[in-house]
């Protein structure tokens, strides 16, 4: 089991990623993270969420949900493995997306191409409808 944490711009987007998961992931799994460091947070700071996921196929759906949240960037740019989190959104991007694509299953080409879009780590485009 692998856990992992993300930061969501706004309520709204958490709102949206709840609906785009599919049934297999209930949004039930995610949970709000405290973290030793959120103290020190500007009171704006938007709160951190943490999920544990099983396979490489569930580390796909959420990545995916993600992908469909409209304004879902911010999810993209901070989900990190919990050991390596910082909930920063541009620093050290392209080492995260490195593990986060090293998670996915091979054969999820699309959704590699959607998530790196998403950070502008590439410059192939990719019609989210497709996904």
Same mark, same amino acid.
């Given at each position: 089991?692998?856990?992992?944490?993300?930061?969501?711009?706004?309520?709204?987007?958490?709102?949206?990623?709840?609906?785009?998961?599919?049934?297999?992931?209930?949004?039930?799994?995610?949970?709000?993270?405290?973290?030793?460091?959120?103290?020190?947070?500007?009171?704006?700071?938007?709160?951190?969420?943490?999920?544990? +996921?099983?396979?490489?196929? #569930?580390?796909?759906?959420? $990545?995916?949900?993600?992908? /469909?949240?409209?304004? =879902?960037?911010?999810?993209?740019?901070?989900?990190?493995?919990?050991?390596?989190?910082?909930?920063?959104?541009?620093?050290?991007?392209?080492?995260?997306?490195?593990?986060? +694509?090293?998670?996915?299953? #091979?054969?999820?080409?699309? $959704?590699?191409?959607?998530? /790196?879009?998403?950070? =502008?780590?590439?410059?192939?485009?990719?019609?989210?409808?497709?996904?």
């Amino acid at each position: 089991m692998r856990t992992f944490l993300f930061r969501a711009e706004f309520p709204e987007d958490m709102t949206e990623l709840r609906r785009n998961l599919p049934k297999k992931l209930p949004w039930q799994r995610i949970r709000r993270a405290k973290l030793p460091h959120e103290a020190k947070l500007p009171d704006y700071e938007p709160p951190n969420w943490r999920i544990s +996921l099983n396979t490489k196929q #569930e580390v796909a759906m959420l $990545l995916k949900a993600m992908v /469909l949240v409209d304004d =879902g960037h911010r999810m993209l740019q901070t989900i990190d493995l919990e050991e390596n989190y910082t909930g920063h959104s541009h620093y050290f991007q392209e080492e995260r997306s490195k593990r986060i +694509l090293d998670l996915l299953p #091979e054969n999820k080409t699309d $959704l590699r191409i959607a998530y /790196l879009q998403e950070l =502008g780590l590439t410059r192939e485009r990719f019609d989210y409808h497709k996904l």
